[in-house]
């Protein structure tokens, strides 16, 4: 099974979110934050070659002098899961040989770069992640919902809430 930066990212923020998301129930279209975000990526740092597809199963946003992988968000709002995701770019590519990778998260509209590490405690958290994704891939059951603040602001909320 492949797991994406994407699946990754909804990993950290909701396993709901990636459960409907990996059983093709999409509702981003639907979403003027997603779709604000898109804008965002199409309109930023214009001058990199953007998008840079990786075994057909990772998506870097940038990679900058060849040597730092860029991933831009929007907000800071979930910060930790746009780190996990970008951590995850790192882990990946070091499984397959790449050494001395750099990353850093960057928010456009805050004008605001945070550079990002990747520890051997995080390659556990991230194996354990691969592991529990591929469990949510497996199952028919759908995950409990958050009930949290950052709920009200989903794509899915309508699928969850109403």
């Known amino acids: 099974m492949q797991i994406t930066g994407t699946m990754i990212y909804y990993y950290f923020i909701c396993h709901r979110k990636l459960w409907y998301f990996v059983n093709e129930i999409t509702m981003e279209q639907n979403s003027e934050l ?3 975000g898109k804008v965002l990526d199409e ?3 214009q001058r990199e070659k953007k998008s840079i597809l990786i075994d057909n199963q ?3 946003d940038f990679i900058q002098n060849g040597a730092v992988l860029h991933e ?3 907000t800071k709002s979930i910060e930790e899961a746009g780190e996990w995701q ?3 770019y790192m882990y990946y590519l070091e499984e397959r ?3 001395e990778i750099e990353a850093k998260v960057d928010y456009p509209l805050l004008k605001q770069t945070k550079e990002v590490f990747l520890t051997q405690e995080d390659r556990v958290v991230l194996k354990k992640a691969v592991q529990d994704i591929e ?8 995950p409990k919902k958050l009930n949290e603040k950052i709920c ?3 794509a899915y909320y309508d699928l969850c809430y109403i």
């Open 135 to 142: 469990q949510i891939l497996e199952s028919e059951k759908i």
């Open 152 to 154: 009200k602001k989903c």
């Open 58 to 60: 990772i998506n870097i």
């Open 72 to 74: 831009v968000k929007k």
């Open 86 to 88: 970008i951590k995850y």
């Open 97 to 99: 040989g790449v050494k």
């Open 34 to 36: 997603v779709s604000i």
């Open 43 to 45: 309109t930023s740092y």
